[in-house]
């Protein structure tokens, strides 16, 4: 194990009750540790991709804008511009005399092309060396085409993901304002940091709708400009995925004077609890909300809890492993699968910061692993060590997770499955079911060298009488 | 995707500038990929953290595979004052818990614009710490220049191929009796049945890059922290002892060749073939192995290429007069347009994101001998352009990526999934399309295609077609 951490990677790795709680993190990746994180303009490019009426140009050689093509379950319920990738698919000859002129024509073209209500012009790590000058370039074709051309300043190496995330609310903020906010209830919220994977918005917006809150803006998932112009109209901002989103609330309150909640909606508490806080903060104006409230997540958990039951039954005593992009999740997973009795024996985050990591500790078991800005190596490691039962993370954790015979659980931006809401708990634990359950572990060489020869025919049998 | 419907299609002088729904990747995805196939060996972009990442979580979702490519991870400050020292404490770590046998150094479109002169940094970095390097057994350390904005991940695999070759043949021999095959980027599988067709000429395979156990790997007890297989390096160092190199690739330049190198330096005779899809372009093939071997086609291939034969009879009607639409890397798409042209399918459009000086020519080489009129052949285009071009021609179906699919849904016609990336199906690591085997699969596949759009179609429910 000690040979698989990198020295300078130590203090990034804690195991609770071993030692006084203490970690480092938000800081660069180490060069060569082959870490699971992304750059700057991916954290952007996760951010604004789901304003789905918007036109994504990415300036910059072709690769960033490639791998960034419809990989999201970001769905729309109108226009789908964002499931497009484009790009100024820079040559060397346009890293020598410049990239604007080229720049100006894609933009000049496409706005007449596909009409869209506005652009974001990402920059790319080649930008940043070149110079170009974007946000020159944006301001004329703002002025020739009359929507709004915003710059992302999202270079790749100028930080890491978290750089990215602030940079896409800086460009947002700047739409946010310029719309017209009558007919604007004083029961409204505008939902930060849901990205609509799988429809989970609207799961989310049932749920407020059934309470009486309107939703002003989607930032950003089934995203439209017109709202985002409108959202400072709305009296309260809802911030999950803190990380990505809290720039954009902070800078509305100390403008506009909104306040924000932080909240989660994975997970029956954490959902539960953050309705019942929205309530709380319109309790004033509508006495009967939290009436209405109460009703909801009755009824919801009355027809989740007894599903849920025989998921639980199946599954008490497994052990998880979590390892994803920002603490927020994390945070919602380890509750989660305390619901399922399952115990989680190591948590993770590429981008977590010390509060996060924090509450990390204090939410979980002792003997949990707590690590920040993972790799393979490790991970592969933590697994082997904890012989878990299932690793929940993304398409780069899976293969990991499959190679060592472990079940595995999508958790990232490319699910093709629900799981915020109360039904998401549900859509959750029959996810984790079926991987934790399946009969193939059985099969694979980490398992079969805990059999013995005995145990091993008891299976043949048990094969038998499934196939029977 | 249907927002030019109303508008004229644009004519040849209003090219559009941006690239809309990109046909290709960047170059140093395609030297990750190659670099995945030599045995120990470790891919390592030099430039910021987000291309590793980006590229890994691409390639693996096509191979279900794990895929490590480390990355120098610059930061702002290496972007100033250059990156060396991040790539130099990269190296040692990768040596230091990788212990691997090769590293393949990629640059990105960042270090080739700083300026970074990574040969001299690899040259310096080997001389600093070559007490280290020694501690670690030594690992070969390749280097390969791959800014993205020249060329595609084409490029980049040729370039990194070619690397491998320039930089570490010599005519040191470890084995006798050798073939060298380039055979470009095809799939574990395809990488699998070539070693066995070589074997069984009674020859040794030295397959560069060799990725049908690194990408396809079985299930593990202990993480390998570097997948087993790939091609031996002892094998790559031999390569200049070969009694001949045969290389796929008819849109292949000389100054992407790396047999062109053994050639040039060991004297290794060099063979420049057509990608073996289809009868002919296997019977090329099969007919230089012959003839370096002085041996007859072994049975067992005689009789793949009979039920080849006798399937295209038992099949062509289903097939014949067909339109089809080809998209992908030049080479595959001059394969696949060889054999459906053989099948009496017509290749209406065949398109490539890469720019590629050979590829008209290549498609009309292999198609002009069936073919009435030449096919549509565009290369450097993207999907925007492709729709437009194809719309008019009502195919009947389509081969290529997934990365087609929607087309294929709005024309609501079959599109068979094959090249890079396939990231809607299962089991792109197994799919078969080169030699008689391979093209008996994908003959089996395309016809299924067919006979199962015309079943979907049929208001009948025909169970018997």
Redesign the interface.
């Known amino acids: 194990m000690a040979e698989?951490i990198?020295a300078e990677r130590k203090d990034q790795v804690h195991r609770k009750g071993e030692e006084p709680f203490q970690m480092t993190c938000d800081k660069?990746?180490?060069?060569?540790?082959?870490?699971?994180?992304?750059?700057?303009?991916?954290g952007s490019r996760v951010v604004l991709y789901p304003i789905t009426d918007a036109l994504h140009?990415v300036h910059?050689?072709?690769?960033?804008?490639?791998?960034?093509?419809d990989?999201r379950g970001a769905l729309s319920s109108g226009p789908?511009l964002h499931r497009?990738?484009?790009?100024?698919?820079?040559?060397?000859s346009?890293?020598i005399f410049g990239g604007e002129d080229?720049l100006y024509?894609?933009l000049t073209?496409?706005i007449d092309?596909?009409?869209p209500k506005a652009a974001f012009v990402y920059s790319?790590?080649?930008v940043?060396?070149?110079g170009d000058d974007l946000a020159g370039v944006c301001r004329k074709v703002e002025h020739e085409k009359g929507i709004p051309v915003i710059p992302v300043e999202s270079e790749?190496?100028?930080?890491?993901k978290r750089a990215g995330y602030n940079a896409a609310c800086r460009a947002m903020f700047q739409l946010v304002g310029t719309g017209p906010i009558d007919d604007i209830s004083p029961l409204s919220v505008n939902i930060l940091g849901d990205f609509n994977l799988a429809g989970e918005i609207w799961i989310v917006r049932e749920y407020l709708e059934r309470m009486g809150v309107q939703v002003v803006a989607n930032i950003t998932g089934d995203g439209r400009v017109d709202d985002l112009r409108r959202a400072h109209g709305a009296a309260l901002n809802l911030v999950q995925c803190s990380g990505s989103t809290i720039d954009l609330a902070k800078m509305m309150e100390e403008k506009y004077g909104i306040p924000f909640l932080r909240v989660s909606y994975f997970g029956v508490e954490d959902m539960a609890d953050s309705l019942y806080k929205i309530a709380e903060f319109f309790k004033d104006i509508d006495p009967q909300v939290m009436e209405r409230t109460k009703a909801l997540v009755r009824d919801e958990l009355s027809e989740l809890y007894p599903r849920l039951k025989e998921y639980r039954k199946a599954l008490e005593g497994k052990k998880a492993a979590i390892y994803v992009g920002g603490a927020f999740k994390a945070f919602s997973l380890v509750k989660a699968f305390r619901h399922l009795g399952m115990t989680v024996a190591l948590v993770g985050s590429q981008t977590g910061t010390e509060e996060d990591y924090k509450e990390l500790h204090e939410i979980t078991d002792p003997g949990t692993i707590i690590v920040d800005d993972s790799n393979?190596?490790e991970l592969?490691?933590f697994?082997?060590e904890k012989d878990v039962d299932i690793f929940v993370g993304?398409?780069?954790e899976?293969?990991?997770a499959?190679?060592?015979?472990v079940g595995f659980c999508d958790h990232n931006h490319e699910r093709k499955e629900a799981l915020e809401g109360f039904v998401g708990m549900l859509n959750f634990a029959k996810e984790v079911y079926a991987t934790v359950m399946s009969p193939v572990w059985r099969?694979?060489?980490?398992k079969?060298?805990y059999l013995s020869k005995s145990q091993e025919m008891d299976v043949c049998h048990e094969i038998k009488a499934i196939q029977n | 995707?249907c927002?030019?419907k109303s508008?004229p299609f644009k004519t040849k002088k209003e090219p559009?500038?941006?690239?809309?729904?990109?046909c290709?990747?960047?170059a140093?995805?395609g030297a990750c990929l190659a670099f995945k196939g030599v045995e120990g060996s470790v891919p390592?972009l030099h430039?910021?953290?987000?291309?590793?990442?980006?590229?890994?979580?691409?390639v693996?979702?096509h191979f279900?595979?794990?895929?490590?490519?480390?990355?120098?991870?610059?930061?702002?400050k290496?972007?100033i004052y250059g990156g060396g020292p991040?790539?130099k404490?990269?190296?040692?770590?990768?040596m230091?818990?990788?212990h691997c046998g090769l590293i393949g150094v990629a640059t990105?479109?960042?270090t080739e614009?700083?300026g970074d002169d990574t040969p001299r940094l690899v040259k310096e970095f080997r001389d600093e710490f070559a007490d280290e390097l020694a501690c670690h057994g030594n690992p070969s350390i390749v280097n390969v220049s791959t800014?993205?904005?020249?060329g595609?991940h084409v490029d980049g695999f040729h370039s990194a191929v070619r690397a491998i070759v320039d930089q570490l043949a010599s005519n040191v021999q470890t084995v006798k009796n050798t073939l060298n095959l380039f055979p470009g980027f095809v799939s574990p599988a395809d990488t699998r049945y070539l070693k066995e067709i070589v074997h069984d000429f009674g020859l040794n395979p030295v397959v560069l890059p060799d990725i049908s156990e690194t990408l396809d790997?079985p299930?593990?007890?202990?993480?390998?922290?570097i997948p087993s297989g790939g091609t031996p390096i002892a094998s790559i160092k031999g390569m200049g002892t070969a009694v001949l190199s045969v290389e796929f690739g008819r849109c292949l330049t000389d100054s992407m060749s790396a047999s062109n190198i053994l050639e040039d330096r060991f004297n290794v005779r060099s063979r420049r073939l057509g990608t073996p899809i289809g009868l002919r372009e296997t019977d090329i093939f099969m007919n230089a192995l012959e003839e370096i071997t002085s041996r007859k086609t072994p049975v067992k291939y005689e009789l793949e290429r009979g039920r080849l034969v006798d399937s295209y009879v038992d099949g062509h009607k289903y097939v014949s007069g067909k339109k089809a639409v080809i998209y992908g890397d030049p080479d595959m798409v001059v394969g696949l347009a060889s054999f459906l042209t053989e099948i009496g399918i017509k290749p209406m459009l065949c398109a490539t994101g890469a720019k590629s000086q050979h590829f008209k020519t290549a498609i009309k080489a292999v198609t002009e001998e069936i073919l009435d009129e030449p096919s549509e052949v565009l290369d450097n285009v993207d999907f925007f352009d492709i729709e437009e071009t194809a719309e008019k021609m009502s195919p009947d179906l389509l081969l290529g990526s997934s990365?087609g699919y929607k087309l294929a849904r709005k024309w609501n016609i079959p599109l068979v999934r094959l090249g890079f990336p396939i990231?809607d199906r299962f089991g792109a690591q197994r799919i078969c399309q080169l030699g008689y085997k391979g093209t008996q699969d994908l003959f089996d596949t395309i016809v299924n295609a067919v006979i199962q759009a015309t079943q979907d179609r049929s208001a009948i429910g025909y169970t018997y077609i």
């Open positions: 698989t990198f660069e990746s180490l060069a060569g540790a082959v870490s699971q994180r992304a750059c700057v303009f991916c140009l910059g050689p072709i690769g960033c804008a490639v791998y960034t093509w990989i789908e497009h990738s484009y790009s100024t698919d820079l040559q060397e346009d890293v080229k024509r894609a073209q496409l092309r596909i009409n790319t790590c080649i940043g060396i070149i790749g190496f100028k930080g890491n393979p190596l592969s490691s697994l082997q993304g398409v780069k899976r293969p990991i499959y190679k060592l015979g099969f694979t060489p980490r079969r060298a | 995707m927002v030019m508008k559009y500038v941006a690239t809309t729904d990109s290709k990747q960047c140093p995805l390592f430039g910021s953290q987000g291309c590793a990442t980006y590229m890994r979580r691409y693996i979702s279900r595979e794990p895929v490590d490519i480390a990355s120098s991870s610059l930061g702002e290496h972007a991040n790539l404490l990269g190296l040692r770590n990768v230091a818990k990788y990105t479109c960042l614009t700083i800014p993205s904005y020249a595609s790997g299930a593990a007890a202990e993480y390998e922290k990365k990231h």
